[in-house]
């Protein structure tokens, strides 16, 4: 009995460092989205197949597909492979629409990972240090430049996969950063590093990289810490001092306000325009991409159709720079009232739901997912960053860990 007992013991000790395999996997992944695609993938094969070798796969995936984020997840899924079997599209063309929503297939098991708090907290500690050394490094390059960036095509401090992506993951780290700041559990010395940390993200988003999408996501990433830390004065007067540093470097940083400015510019002139811009490129696409959703409202042009269709419309209706086709509308309710119509837009629209409405182990990470879900929305009114591969794997790790609930008798 004793030589079972010790037997099993030994099992579950192999079990568990299976698991552990698995989150420091899931870890690098969150983090290597931002950076390289391969590097990412890997992390994410490797994060499954140790999941599924450790033998609790089945007891923790379980109890995670009953999570509202889980159950939201599956619902965006179904639709969208459903939305194959009427679109007109090459089979090849609705595959790859639906292979396109595979950072929505590893929630479940993200959220079978990251029930206890203490590797929510290594996530969170591990994706800002990455993020800090990147910062000071892109500090580094402008140094070497010896001048500051001045406009979009100009890469100095550009480190990461492109200045939008670079802008979004250091608007995350700076939402985190300032989370840990308020952890009491940190110490002196570790809430100052994270309140230093802050400082370096958002210098560098006003000063060296000029993303539009990451200015909107920290803003709204305030707005939802402040709102949620109202009786918490200490965070709340972090987060206040914060958006005031962040409004005051907006102001003052050249680039950053050229960087406003020209998306107005470029948004009121897309008709009258002699060649394609960033925001007059999304005033074409928008009105084209609407009068394609009035020809068929209710369940799309199906799963990988908009391309086709899209180029089709635009094919005899202008001779100059706006009859260049697109796969993606930028916007990611227009995306899904193309593709699936009103019925795919109300199932990503409940995807929200049930994710704002998951209450994870009722810790206050729940805060982080809040934000980064809300701001995810906000940018998304111009971008479908849910589908983009960096944005969207970026969210989907954060959702799934900092949502996760503890598995009774195996997460202790």
């Not at 050394?133 to 892109?138: F, G, N, T, V, Y």
């Not at 929200?352 to 906000?378: E, F, K, Q, S, Y």
Request: glycine share 8%.
């Amino acid at each position: 009995m004793r030589e079972i007992g010790l037997a099993g013991a030994g099992a579950g000790a192999a079990s568990s460092r299976w698991i552990d395999a698995s989150r420091w996997a899931a870890i690098v992944g969150a983090c290597t989205v931002v950076v390289s695609p391969p590097l990412a993938n890997a992390a994410i094969v490797l994060m499954l197949a140790c999941f599924f070798a450790s033998g609790q796969a089945t007891t923790r995936l379980r109890q995670a597909v009953r999570q509202p984020l889980a159950i939201g997840a599956a619902v965006v899924v179904a639709v969208v492979a459903l939305g194959m079997l009427w679109s007109s599209a090459p089979w090849s063309d609705r595959l790859d629409a639906f292979y396109t929503w595979r950072r929505l297939w590893i929630i479940p098991v993200v959220l079978a990972l990251f029930g206890p708090a203490a590797w929510k907290q290594r996530m969170i500690v591990v994706y800002v240090a990455v993020c800090a050394l990147a910062a000071m490094i892109s500090f580094g390059m402008v140094a070497a430049a010896a001048r500051l960036p001045t406009a979009l095509s100009d890469p100095a401090g550009t480190l990461l996969r492109n200045h939008s992506t670079q802008s979004m993951a250091f608007a995350v780290a700076a939402l985190l950063s300032l989370w840990m700041a308020g952890r009491p559990d940190l110490g002196r010395a570790g809430r100052g590093a994270a309140a230093v940390a802050v400082v370096l993200f958002v210098l560098n988003m006003t000063l060296v990289t000029p993303g539009r999408s990451g200015y909107v996501a920290l803003a709204v990433m305030l707005l939802v810490f402040a709102a949620a830390s109202v009786r918490r004065r200490r965070s709340l007067a972090m987060a206040v001092t914060l958006a005031a540093l962040f409004t005051g470097a907006l102001v003052f940083s050249p680039l950053a306000r050229d960087r406003l400015d020209l998306a107005l510019q470029e948004w009121q002139s897309a008709q009258t325009a002699g060649q394609n811009a960033s925001m007059g490129v999304r005033a074409v696409l928008y009105e084209n991409t609407l009068e394609l959703v009035r020809e068929r409202p209710w369940f799309g042009l199906g799963s990988g159709g908009f391309e086709r269709a899209y180029a089709t419309h635009v094919k005899d209706k202008y001779t100059d720079w706006r009859i260049l086709s697109s796969g993606d509308p930028h916007s990611q309710y227009l995306f899904f009232l193309a593709e699936q119509g009103i019925v795919g837009l109300l199932a990503f629209l409940a995807f929200i739901a049930l994710a704002l409405a998951d209450r994870g182990d009722g810790g206050r990470t729940r805060v982080i997912a809040a934000a980064m879900l809300l701001a995810w929305c906000a940018t998304s009114l111009l971008n479908s960053h849910f589908q983009t591969f960096a944005e969207g794997h970026l969210l989907a790790f954060f959702l799934a860990a900092m949502l996760a609930r503890p598995v009774a008798d195996l997460d202790r």
